[in-house]
């Protein structure tokens, strides 16, 4: 909805049309036009091309680096054509996401929406040629993350790590009805069956009378005094977890449990969270170096954009 032509940014002696910027947001923005009201949609859509045209403003100043340290034109072409190998591996992987045949069936359903595949190409290698080269300067600035900084981040965002609290189980239950004799026999034969090694679960599917027989007798996450059977019910909180229950004796049932998990809500123990935690440690360093090395190189280059005047808008696409 937008003209073509609209200048979006210029860096240095580079200009970035707006059209330059749809071409890599259009499906994503005609899939939340269809899901979004319309006002919700049009802040998001300013919101998002702000956002893409500040990211191609990056990848312009990182590119224009790169090239007043490698000057030779020839050798910036070898490094665009590997990079275009890693773009035909990227549309055959987007086509098998989306279940399509391959990538001419993709390259179809994008210029139906609008996407001119050259230019996607072409954004494409520059932005991986401008995370290369970015990379290589800041990669081996980055460190591991101490135990310190790991405890320390674990215990100021200790809220994150809580848990569901409630308890996950599988249950074989076997009705009394108008023999609790027989019964009482049958879900014994059953122990003894579970005793000498049985799968819990196909034996659930096999002789459960409960509602989740069917599942293996899986219930999902229940909460303490959800259970309508008193019995049943303490038994889910006290059983130790993935054991085998004795045999409850319920109202009008039968039943032997096992606890596949269970929370009371506290936080997950730092030993269970210190993987994730490293990873969101260097992400937040790589980000911080990242920005620090872009905003070091945006110092000497000359950046204009669509939205330096802070009274300029967007064009209502509606109106086009």
Do not use: C
């Not at 032509?5 to 947001?25: C, K, N, S």
């Not at 991986?128 to 970015?134: G, H, V």
């Not at 909460?223 to 008193?230: H, N, Q």
């Amino acid at each position: 909805g937008y003209n073509s032509f609209t200048i979006a940014a210029v860096v240095d002696d580079q200009v970035i049309l707006l059209e330059d910027v749809l071409t890599g947001i259009r499906p994503e923005l005609e899939a939340r036009k269809k899901a979004m009201p319309p006002a919700q949609y049009q802040e998001f859509e300013k919101q998002r091309i702000q956002m893409a045209v500040k990211n191609r403003i990056q990848q312009a100043i990182v590119l224009n680096e790169l090239k007043t340290k490698i000057p030779n034109a020839q050798a910036i072409d070898r490094i665009r054509q590997a990079a275009t190998g890693d773009f035909e591996r990227y549309m055959m992987k987007v086509a098998y996401d989306n279940k399509m045949k391959g990538k001419e069936e993709l390259i179809a359903q994008l210029k139906k929406e609008g996407t001119d595949i050259e230019t996607l190409k072409s954004n494409y290698v520059d932005n991986m040629i401008a995370m290369q080269y970015l990379n290589s300067l800041i990669m081996p600035k980055v460190t591991e993350p101490t135990r310190d900084e790991m405890e320390e981040f674990y215990q100021n965002n200790v809220a994150r790590w809580g848990t569901e609290a409630g308890a996950v189980w599988r249950q074989i239950e076997v009705k009394k009805g108008s023999d609790p004799t027989k019964a009482r026999k049958t879900i014994e034969a059953i122990q003894s069956e579970l005793a000498s090694g049985a799968d819990f679960g196909e034996v659930a599917k096999k002789k459960s009378q409960g509602p989740t027989s069917a599942a293996g007798g899986l219930w999902s996450r229940v909460s303490r005094g959800s259970y309508a059977d008193p019995a049943v019910d303490k038994a889910i909180f006290t059983s130790p977890v993935g054991e085998v229950s004795a045999i409850i004796d319920g109202k009008t049932s039968y039943h032997i449990i096992k606890v596949e998990e269970r929370s009371d809500g506290s936080p997950k123990p730092f030993v269970d969270v210190q993987d994730q935690i490293k990873n969101e440690l260097k992400k937040q360093q790589l980000d911080r170096l990242r920005k620090s090395v872009i905003d070091g190189f945006a110092e000497s280059h000359r950046v204009e954009t669509m939205f330096d005047d802070p009274k300029a808008e967007l064009a209502d696409p509606q109106q086009k």
